[in-house]
């Protein structure tokens, strides 16, 4: 079955450190997306990436990295120069309209 | 920039009851227009999708309508149901190398037995 996996489901964070998030697709799509969500409130762009080995900034992408060396494959690191990452995490995939995963929720311990 | 946005952020309907649920939109050039239904803990799921060419279309139990005129979107969704309770997202894109989706705030479909 074609689909965006996200994982893990659940990530817990100590102050300083960084952790990445972990996003594929066996869609075939070009490109993908990082969103942040947070409680009661709409998705906002962190990342995008139209083509491998290319990506852009997003609406608050600060605190954020992003890498994009294969198709499938388009991984988010949460750095600790994010103050305020705990958030529920969306990976998207695009070709028209958006697939997107199933979330990571990051807490901050 | 361009922007999405809902009228209301939450709309509580009865059981059995058909819901209307509206989304504004600010970009003249968006010719896609799509909804998606998040349910509590979960991704955003695809519902129903509109090509600009097009005022109307229709799935089970839900229906879009577009008014390009006034940039103004709407879900309807018929004999609402319990599992009908969810956030859902409006979200436009335009054609063009590089075009994003761009999501309106969400609103929160709440069902009453």
């Known amino acids: 079955d074609g689909g965006i996996t996200q994982s893990p489901k659940y990530l817990f964070r100590k102050e300083g450190q960084n952790v990445t998030l972990s996003c594929e697709q066996n869609?075939?799509?070009?490109?993908m997306y990082w969103y942040r969500q947070d409680p009661g409130q709409g998705l906002r762009l962190i990342y995008y990436?139209?083509?491998?080995?290319?990506?852009q900034k997003g609406d608050i992408a600060e605190g954020y990295s992003v890498s994009r060396e294969k198709k499938e494959s388009f991984p988010l690191t949460v750095t600790s120069a994010q103050k305020n990452p705990t958030a529920f995490y969306l990976c998207?995939?695009?070709?028209?309209?958006?697939?997107f995963g199933s979330g990571t929720r990051l807490t901050v311990v | 920039g361009e922007s999405v946005g809902l009228h209301l952020p939450t709309l509580s309907v009865q059981e059995g009851d058909n819901s209307i649920i509206n989304c504004a939109y600010s970009?003249?050039?968006?010719?896609?227009f799509i909804w998606y239904k998040q349910e509590s803990g979960k991704g955003p799921q695809f519902i129903i999708d509109?090509?600009?060419?097009?005022d109307k279309r229709q799935g089970q139990r839900v229906t879009v309508l577009l008014n390009k005129t006034v940039k103004h979107l709407s879900l309807q969704i018929a004999a609402t149901q319990p599992g009908d309770s969810a956030v859902y997202f409006c979200?436009?894109?335009?054609?063009?190398?590089?075009?994003?989706?761009?999501f309106g705030k969400g609103i929160t479909l709440s069902v009453r037995p």
């Open positions: 998207a995939s695009s070709w028209r309209g958006y697939t």
């Open positions: 869609l075939n799509h070009d490109a």
């Open positions: 990436s139209q083509i491998v080995n290319d990506f």
């Open positions: 970009n003249s050039a968006s010719d896609y």
């Open positions: 509109i090509r600009s060419n097009m």
């Open positions: 979200a436009d894109q335009s054609t063009g190398a590089n075009s994003k989706l761009t």
